[in-house]
């Protein structure tokens, strides 16, 4: 069996972490993943509420 490759690694004290985009149902909707790391290292759990800001770069946080 073919070893798979990491998708997350911290360089720099920071997450680095390839996802694909994936649709969710048939309205249009997409999610990503996002990786147990990060989730650990902002701690996160199931449920917070994350804002999202967007122009060439994509952050996410913590709703405060």
Do not use: F
């Not at 972490?17 to 309205?27: A, E, I, N, P, V």
């Not at 800001?53 to 952050?59: H, L």
């Amino acid at each position: 069996m073919a070893k798979r490759k990491r998708k997350t690694t911290t360089r720099d004290g920071i997450i680095h972490s390839y996802r694909k985009l994936s649709q969710l149902g048939k309205d249009g909707s997409y999610i990503i993943t996002i990786p147990p790391e990060w989730v650990r290292a902002h701690d996160l759990k199931a449920g917070d509420d994350l804002v999202m800001a967007a122009n060439n770069i994509i952050t996410v946080a913590k709703k405060s």
